[in-house]
Nanobody, 122 residues
Framework: QLQLVESGGGLVQPGGSLRLSCAAS????????IGWFRQAPGKEREGVSC????????EYADSVKGRFTISRDNAKNTVYLQMNSLKPEDTAVYYC???????????????WGQGTQVTVSS
């Protein structure tokens, strides 16, 4: 079964940093755009960032622009989300998803990971 696996979540203090990774099982990511989404308790899922298959195009939600950086290493079959200056409102389960192109609409993505918890708290 084609699967994405997120890692790198955890508990961090406000102002701290985390780097999330999204790796693929049984398929290569270099043909896919990868999006990061998050869902906080009681809230709807929201798009955070996306990177094109080549890595030449990136997009960010206004709420994370300037703090988060998405990148990819196709040789390692992995996409990263570097999160700096974290705020309590960034607390959520973070998911990566794959599709042929970037989209802010989660239902358009073909493959999803199981998510990794990010908690920002003092």
């Amino acid at each position: 079964q084609l699967q994405l696996v997120e890692s790198g979540g955890g508990l961090v203090q406000p102002g701290g940093s985390l780097r999330l990774s999204c790796a693929a099982s049984l398929f290569t990511l270099d043909s896919y755009a990868i999006g990061w989404f998050r869902q906080a308790p009681g809230k709807e899922r929201e798009g955070v960032s996306c990177i094109s298959s080549s890595g030449g195009r990136t997009e960010y939600a206004d709420s994370v622009k300037g703090r988060f950086t998405i990148s990819r290493d196709n040789a390692k079959n992995t996409v990263y989300l570097q999160m700096n200056s974290l705020k309590p409102e960034d607390t959520a389960v973070y998911y990566c998803a794959a599709d042929v192109r970037c989209s802010w609409y989660g239902h358009e993505y073909l493959y999803w990971g199981q998510g990794t918890q990010v908690t920002v708290s003092s």
